[in-house]
């Protein structure tokens, strides 16, 4: 948005100086008028794609903002509105001014007997992705409606309520089945740190999405690999095999140097289900798994079907809705 902003202001500083160019009458000025100009088509042809590049991706990251679930959670409709409102403009702004230019040599190239009177390829382009872009928007908003269900998605998903995106009627909080009386337990003795994530709970203040919290931490730091021993089990209910990499505490002797793994069954058993791409390598993985051990608990990270190399037995691959 920065860079959006920023080209937006340079080009409006070069027309401005053209301008005032053109209107002189010496012939030196005249000179400097077309050695300006001609310096400014050279920069816009160098920027002009690095400009395209940045303001799709700006428009793209600003609607994910206005309509992805997880941000109007977390920041609400308004900022992801702003943002939209702002970038559209810009990339609107940005395509008209390269319109114009290219407009601009059209009739130059006319004046000089060229041929090939035709708009750019990548200023159409440029104005499709736009356009593509703000409908695809807008029909995701549109489609949004909180509880109100749509007849034909509800007839063919089994009478199943279209869920919208805006539902203020949940509240962050430990959602269990107060039915269970083992969950019950479990959730009664939770406290509220360790299920809520924000800044009043330790989160990092100039993180602000949750994206940013997860993924910045294992970007800028690394985690020592830890050591696993790798068990295949099967599952009964298809006979397919699935990896555990378990890791097991350290007990607190050396034997020559060396120190032993071992299971203290005081201790709790932590079970990691990995992300959509990850494994027990993943950073994020490996940080959980070393300050548990060091707690003295064992860690067990199951490998989903076909992730990390591991071999299927069966045609059930790896599913994100399914954890076995």
Not at 255 to 281: C, E, F, I, Q, T
Request: glycine share 6%.
């Amino acid at each position: 948005l920065l860079w959006m902003i920023y080209r937006d202001y340079s080009k409006r500083m070069l027309c401005g100086n053209q301008k005032k160019a053109s209107t002189t009458d010496t012939k030196a000025n005249k000179s400097n008028a077309k050695a300006t100009k001609s310096a400014a088509h050279d920069v816009d042809n160098s920027c002009n794609n690095k400009d395209m590049f940045i303001s799709i991706v700006g428009l793209a990251s600003s609607a994910v903002l206005f309509t992805d679930s997880l941000y109007v959670y977390e920041f609400g409709r308004l900022f992801g509105f702003s943002l939209w409102c702002v970038t559209t403009v810009l990339a609107i702004r940005l395509a008209l001014s390269l319109r114009t230019n290219a407009s601009d040599n059209v009739m130059t190239r006319t004046k000089n007997k060229n041929s090939s009177i035709r708009m750019p390829n990548k200023n159409v382009m440029f104005q499709s992705a736009i356009f593509v872009c703000i409908s695809t928007t807008v029909v995701v908003y549109l489609q949004s409606k909180g509880h109100v269900g749509n007849p034909h998605s509800n007839a063919i998903l089994h009478q199943m309520p279209h869920p919208g995106i805006d539902l203020p009627t949940i509240e962050p909080g430990l959602y269990h089945s107060k039915s269970n009386p083992l969950v019950s337990s479990i959730a009664s003795n939770l406290k509220e740190s360790a299920y809520t994530y924000d800044v009043q709970h330790g989160a990092t203040p100039y993180l602000v999405s949750g994206d940013q919290r997860t993924g910045i931490p294992f970007l800028v730091n690394s985690v020592e690999d830890q050591q696993y021993m790798r068990v295949y089990v099967t599952n009964p209910s298809d006979s397919e095999h699935l990896a555990l990499d378990i890791a097991f505490p350290f007990d607190g002797f050396n034997y020559g140097g060396k120190r032993k793994l071992v299971h203290d069954s005081a201790n709790p058993v932590y079970l990691v289900l990995h992300g959509l791409n990850g494994g027990s390598h993943e950073e994020y993985v490996k940080d959980l798994v070393q300050r548990r051990r060091a707690e003295g608990s064992t860690v067990v990270v199951m490998i989903a079907r076909g992730m990390m190399d591991t071999t299927m037995s069966g045609w059930n691959v790896f599913h994100g809705a399914r954890t076995g």
